[in-house]
T-cell receptor, first 110, second 115 residues
Framework: DAKTTQPPSMDCAEGRAANLPCNHS???????VYWYRQIHSQGPQYIIH???NNETNEMASLIITEDRKSSTLILPHATLRDTAVYYC???????????FGTGTRLQVFP | EPEVTQTPSHQVTQMGQEVILRCVPI?????FYWYRQILGQKVEFLVS????????KSEIFDDQFSVERPDGSNFTLKIRSTKLEDSAMYFC?????????????FGQGTRLTVV
């Protein structure tokens, strides 16, 4: 089972920041948090990942709380093309696989 | 930008037939994966493959499934005798390594329809 909890859906106005929360209270010290998204039935698209420190790339920022029990994915200026299901995944140690949950369905509206 | 390529994009097959789904991973990647997603359900891990052998597999990946890297570029998933419940999107993924901080990149998927 997935080790994360996410709200099932969120809305965001185009041009505004989308802040997607994720709880992972049972995360271990060496387990990474990954974010992927899936647009329609396309393949999951990698967004960002992190361990302890906040991370930023050209797509998004990842804010991980100090106790690592939760994180937030931030899309700084959401566009209509960002409408997708966003998955927060804790990669379990000593395994190759990603365990997908049900994710958050983000709807960006004009 | 390098990407994972899957063919065909859509495959229709009769129940009981064998199908082979093909993937070309990103060229310098060493770890390869198959996932599937039944319509309306979660993305599920099937198998991971490294150094020409399976490194991990799920309960779904039973004897009907097999994987192969027949040459230096392709990675295939074979379903020997398809069932109706095998209808799903099948996603191939690859990563540079299996280390915990390494990202995996997914292809656009093959939609398998078993009739």
């Amino acid at each position: 089972d997935a080790k994360t909890t996410q709200p099932p859906s969120m809305d965001c106005a185009e041009g505004r920041a989308a802040n997607l929360p994720c709880n992972h209270s049972t995360i271990s010290g060496n387990e990474y948090v990954y974010w992927y998204r899936q647009i329609h039935s396309q393949g999951p698209q990698y967004i960002i990942h992190g361990l302890k420190n906040n991370e930023t790339n050209e797509m998004a920022s990842l804010i991980i709380t100090e106790d690592r029990k939760s994180s937030t994915l931030i899309l700084p200026h959401a566009t209509l093309r960002d409408t997708a299901v966003y998955y927060c995944i804790v990669r379990v140690v000593n395994t190759d696989k990603l365990i997908f949950g049900t994710g958050t369905r983000l709807q960006v509206f004009p | 930008e390098p990407e994972v390529t899957q063919t065909p994009s859509h495959q229709v097959t009769q129940m009981g037939q064998e199908v082979i789904l093909r993937c070309v991973p990103i060229s310098n990647h060493l770890y390869f994966y198959w996932y599937r997603q039944i319509l309306g359900q979660k993305v599920e891990f099937l198998v991971s493959f490294y150094n020409n052998e399976i490194s991990e597999k799920s309960e779904i990946f039973d004897d009907q499934f097999s994987v192969e890297r027949p040459d230096g570029s392709n990675f295939t998933l074979k379903i020997r005798s398809t069932k109706l419940e095998d209808s799903a999107m099948y996603f191939c993924a690859s990563s540079e390594s299996g280390a915990a901080g390494t990202e995996a990149f997914f292809g656009q998927g093959t939609r398998l329809t078993v009739v």
